[in-house]
């Protein structure tokens, strides 16, 4: 216990890096992932086969070899970019991939009638979307959203094996030191709990203010 | 630009690795599976507590990252003088973590079959239990073979993670490789190829198990 | 036949005594008193909510019920009063047993859709009564000759006719070599030219002796097959008899206006 105290400041640095990262992240994925699912639905068949082959590939190769591929591969093309940043943009385009499954899912969920509803008074393209899809869809899409948000959350922690100062990281230097891989770890583990934990709070009060009842 | 020769020369090493990955995600696929198996019969059981502690341990598991789960174990039991070895480490986290969310998987297959199933069961003089697993469970497997799939994928993926505990599998080999040979692109391709043909055959097994068990309906 | 039959001058196999049932206010069974003897099959016919599915499921113990003592061949199912004079269900096992006595064909057939046919019958040979596997097995192919379907053993319910399934169901019943069937509104949920070759299965069951509990909205069955027909409206049973004096003379006014109904083509 006195270990976690005393490194409390260090912890604290992690947990916000972690945070800032899972933060700007599910940003980034929930907006390509919008996208994605969108081309996937609506758009012409060689726009689609492009995002269909590129989320086998995130869908089907570790985050883990895709940061490393970035921590490795840039330096030398040349491109210098703040590891950080270069995490967050991994993590966020292999992360998009689920959130495109999670959109997809929600918009071919919205049954075929309320289409059909809109359509006859009159409505397409985005009128269509915006006015009767979409809001139907946002409310599928919430807990297989917050699913996805906690794996981003945890997902971020991969970023220690890339050298970044994230709270997992923090924890494997703190027990280097001091040589309490229960305490630093379980602590570490509680704090990833309550930040995911309350993310599954706010998706079962989603569920519970939005789902249908079947 | 891409040196054939190089991959071709450290294939051997590739397949060294490929071989420890496929026994860490066989090995920790099966103990998920039964892990999960028993999370939910707990979570169903009508005992007291049991359910409680079956819930509390899937939301830990759900809620913190395989990971640390990993560190945790590994320096965990190196400390407590009884050292496991980074492979057991991985493959006690995975299971655990992976059969956590098995149990939500199965938890819901199991409520998705009809409640008559049972009472067809019990009609016939089945006990509860019996109306369970020879009525209910079966079909329930059957209904959530894709997202089992699914979890299989991650799993299969989160293997990836015991190269920082020094195990020899896939990503260390290729990690080293690229060290030794600075050939970055080279490695990290033939790498995302090797994982992207394990996930797809696994994918492909799990639509033929699926297409051979399904409940013609 | 391989249906056991029942021992002639036997006592009643289903005595029903006071039986009552509520959901907090709203009785659903109110003091159902009945004897179905042996070899005999009643009809059990009225307006829907009126509780008749509801006393099927208590025969069987699917629904608990607050009041009154069910027998069959005069041993009470589902409670026991103990010493301290408190009503506690018996163990799950005696439930099973008993229910093993009984066969129950369902409105919605609910075949286990991941077996075939032949395993959906001989399951619970095997299962619950340890029949050898070719014994069980032989007998299935028997019940499922004849109800019609020999040539079916190896399909699956998916793809079978409703009536088809609910002949499986009838099979699958028997095949426990039960003392008694009960049959909840098993035509039900058929489409119109399937309900004749199900009600041919329970006619052709009847005439075997075997003793039934048959809730239907089939007049025409009530008529031809029943030695008795019960009218229940309410949660009681405000009539019974042999179908001629039910169906000619009702007298209440409630089965007056329900046969009305029936007669002028609504569901009732």
Redesign the interface.
């Known amino acids: 216990m006195d270990v976690l105290i005393n490194n409390g400041w260090l912890l604290l640095r992690g947990a916000s890096l972690t945070l800032w990262m899972s933060a700007a992240s599910i940003g980034i994925a929930a907006t390509l992932g919008l996208a994605f699912a969108l081309v996937q639905v609506f758009a012409a068949w060689p726009l689609r086969a492009l995002v269909e082959v590129y989320l086998?590939?995130m869908?089907?190769?570790?985050?883990?070899?895709l940061l490393?591929?970035m921590y490795?591969?840039l330096p030398?093309a040349g491109m210098d970019i703040d590891p950080a940043t270069g995490g967050i943009l991994v993590i966020s385009l292999y992360f998009a991939a689920f959130m495109s499954e999670v959109f997809r899912g929600a918009i071919l969920a919205v049954p075929r009638v309320q289409w059909d509803a809109g359509r006859a008074l009159g409505m397409h393209g985005s009128a269509l979307m915006t006015n009767v899809v979409l809001p139907q869809a946002v409310r599928t899409a919430g807990p297989p959203f917050i699913n996805t948000c906690?794996m981003i959350v945890?997902?971020t922690?991969?970023v220690?094996?890339i050298g970044l100062w994230d709270l997992?990281q923090i924890?494997?230097q703190i027990?280097e030191r001091t040589?309490?891989?229960?305490s630093v770890?379980?602590g570490?583990?509680l704090i990833?709990?309550f930040i995911?934990?309350a993310l599954?709070l706010v998706g079962r009060h989603l569920e519970r203010r939005f789902g249908y009842v079947h | 630009m891409i040196d054939v020769n190089l991959i071709e020369r450290n294939l051997p090493l590739f397949f060294e690795g490929l071989k420890v990955t496929l026994l860490l995600s066989a090995l920790a696929f099966a103990c998920a599976l039964l892990v999960g198996l028993v999370l939910v019969l707990a979570r169903l059981a009508k005992v007291r507590l049991l359910p409680a502690a079956a819930a509390a341990f899937v939301e830990l598991m759900r809620n913190t990252p395989v990971l640390v789960q990993m560190y945790f174990i590994f320096f965990g039991s190196a400390v407590m003088g009884w050292p496991l070895t980074g492979f057991t480490a991985g493959l006690i986290a995975l299971a655990a973590q992976n059969g956590a969310y098995l149990c939500e998987i199965y938890r819901a297959g199991i409520g998705s079959v009809s409640r008559r199933q049972a009472e067809a069961g019990l009609a016939l003089g089945m006990l509860q239990r019996q109306a369970f697993f020879i009525v209910v469970l079966p079909q329930a497997l059957r209904k959530v073979i894709p997202p089992i799939a699914n979890q299989g994928v991650m799993l299969i993926k989160d293997t990836a993670l015991v190269s920082t505990l020094s195990v020899m599998e896939l990503m260390y080999q290729a990690r080293l490789i690229a060290d030794r040979t600075a050939a970055v692109y080279e490695v990290f391709f033939t790498l995302a190829l090797f994982y992207l043909a394990i996930t797809s055959a696994f994918t492909l097994a799990m639509r033929v198990l699926e297409w051979r068990l399904r409940v013609a309906e | 036949m391989s249906i056991d039959p029942p021992a002639a001058g036997a006592r009643p196999a289903i005595e029903i005594d006071g039986l009552s049932k509520w959901f907090g206010q709203h009785v659903v069974l109110d003091r159902v008193t009945t004897r179905i003897a042996s070899g005999e099959a009643v009809v059990v016919i009225g307006p829907s909510g009126s509780g008749k599915t509801t006393l099927l499921r208590c025969i069987n113990l699917l629904e608990e019920f607050q009041e009154g003592e069910i027998r069959i061949n005069g041993a009470p199912i589902g409670y026991a009063v103990g010493p301290d004079g408190q009503r506690r269900r018996k163990p799950e096992r005696e439930v099973a047993a008993m229910r093993a006595q009984l066969g129950m064909v369902f409105q919605s057939f609910n075949l286990f859709p991941h077996m075939s046919v032949l395993r959906n019958v001989c399951v619970a040979p095997i299962k619950i009564q340890g029949a050898r596997r070719d014994e069980a097995e032989a007998r299935a192919v028997e019940l499922l000759d004849r109800v019609g379907l020999k040539d079916k053993v190896d399909a699956f319910p998916a793809r079978l006719s409703g009536g088809q399934q609910q002949r499986v169901a009838i099979a699958r019943a028997l095949a426990m070599r039960p003392k008694a069937m009960l049959f909840d509104e098993a035509t039900s949920a058929l489409d119109p030219e399937l309900v004749g070759e199900v009600l041919a299965v329970m006619h052709q069951l009847a005439l075997d002796g075997m003793t039934m509990v048959v809730v239907t909205h089939e007049m025409q069955f009530a008529r031809e097959v029943a030695d008795r027909v019960v009218f229940m409206a309410e949660g009681r049973i405000l009539e019974e008899g042999p179908p001629e004096a039910l169906f000619e003379a009702p007298k209440s006014d409630r089965l007056q206006a329900f046969l009305k109904r029936t007669r002028a083509g609504y569901l009732p």
């Open positions: 086998f590939v869908r089907g190769v570790p985050l883990l070899v490393f591929g490795y591969a030398y906690i945890k997902g922690s991969l220690s094996i997992t924890g494997r027990v040589l309490a891989p229960f770890f379980g570490v583990a990833y709990f995911c934990f599954s």
